[in-house]
């Protein structure tokens, strides 16, 4: 399996700024996903990044709130734009290996916004 | 959709017991997998035993094992032994064999072990 890690693994924001998340994976990974956990819940998938096209988003997540770069196969971002407190979360990004049904999960983004 | 449901929010084992944690998903689907996976206080997710539908036989790691009756579309996940590294979230999750990049999560289960 590879490693993947986080930065930021926690910040604190004010209202209607932005906070960009960083994911780095330490092989050459096709897809990465990311997730939003929100206090005490269950896992939500924002959307799906494939290097060299446009991340694919899930039913009630848009570009221009969380817009996602896949620059190259082990790296990817995550911002969140225009922060509102509902904001608040876990963000965790994914990646599955090809051939492997599992995805592997990094240490996860605590957001805080007030 | 794919709906996976975990009916225990949380449960608690002493430690060197054995525990039991529940599962039960709905798919029309016939070739699926499924997994669970653990998040201690920590926050990674860690994945802890996978099973593919098309097969009989019960995945087991360790002290980790399943119970998974297609049929009835139930999968728990039966800890032996318990440690109190054991403690944390314990979710239960479905994937297409199709449909790779969709992950559907159950709403978690969080293990006490009590010393």
């Known amino acids: 399996s590879a490693v993947i890690s986080q930065k930021p693994s926690r910040d604190i924001c004010q209202r209607g700024t932005s906070l960009t998340i960083q994911c780095q994976v330490d092989?050459?990974?096709?897809?990465m996903f990311w997730y939003r956990q929100q206090p005490g819940q269950s896992l939500t998938l924002i959307a799906t990044?494939?290097?060299?096209?446009?991340?694919?988003?899930e039913s009630g997540f848009v570009i221009d709130k969380f817009p996602i770069s896949r620059p190259n196969l082990t790296f990817s971002t995550l911002t969140v734009s225009n922060m509102s407190p509902e904001d608040s979360s876990i963000y965790l990004c994914?990646?599955?290996?090809?051939?492997?049904?599992?995805?592997?999960f990094g240490p996860g983004t605590r957001l805080t916004v007030t | 959709a794919q709906t996976v449901t975990q009916s225990q929010p949380e449960m608690s084992v002493q430690e060197a017991e054995t525990v039991t944690l529940s599962c039960t998903y709905d798919?029309?689907?016939?070739?699926?997998?499924l997994f669970w996976y653990k998040q201690p206080p920590s926050r990674q997710m860690i994945l802890v035993i996978r099973?593919?539908?098309?097969?009989?036989q019960n995945a087991t790691e360790n002290r980790f094992s399943v119970n998974f009756q297609k049929a009835a579309k139930s999968f728990s996940l039966k800890i032996s032994d318990s440690q109190l590294g054991d403690a944390a979230m314990y979710f239960c999750?479905?994937?297409?064999?199709?449909?790779?990049?969709?992950?559907?999560f159950g709403s978690g289960t969080k293990l006490n072990v009590k010393p």
């Open positions: 994914s990646f599955r290996l090809a051939g492997a049904p599992e995805q592997y």
């Open positions: 092989s050459q990974v096709t897809m």
């Open positions: 990044a494939n290097q060299g096209s446009e991340a694919t988003y």
């Open positions: 798919t029309s689907e016939s070739d699926y997998y």
């Open positions: 099973q593919e539908a098309y097969k009989q």
């Open positions: 999750a479905y994937r297409s064999r199709s449909n790779f990049n969709k992950f559907y």
